[in-house]
């Protein structure tokens, strides 16, 4: 059975960084594309970024270009998000999930950027 735990979030002032990471496990990690999702209170989740299943390529919304970074450890099973620069825009529940998505999903990580 697929899990996937998310962590890492919290309260950061504009600006500011932050490093989620996702630890899977119960599906063949390395051979998924792996994305972090977004979902900002009453809009729809959002795809912020992907990295292919060997970590060499990645995808950004160009709302989180050039500011995010996405990596994966595939010893680990994890994926990572590193948010820098960031705007009271990128306020959301935080998800990972294969690209596409898996029909579960874990329980996310609050981000909030407020000062």
């Known amino acids: 059975q697929a899990q996937l735990v998310e962590s890492g979030g919290g309260l950061v002032q504009p600006g500011g960084s932050l490093r989620l990471s996702c630890a899977a496990s119960g599906i063949p990690f390395n051979r998924y594309v792996m994305g972090w999702y977004r979902q900002a209170p009453g809009k729809q989740r959002e795809l912020a970024a992907r990295?292919?299943?060997?970590?060499?390529?990645?995808y950004y919304a160009d709302s989180v270009k050039g500011r995010f970074t996405i990596s994966r450890d595939n010893a680990k099973n994890t994926v990572y998000l590193q948010m820098n620069s960031l705007r009271p825009e990128d306020t959301a529940v935080y998800y990972c999930?294969?690209?596409?998505?898996?029909?579960?999903w874990g329980q996310g990580t609050q981000v909030t950027v407020s000062s």
């Open positions: 999930n294969g690209f596409p998505a898996l029909d579960y």
């Open positions: 990295i292919s299943s060997g970590g060499r390529t990645s």
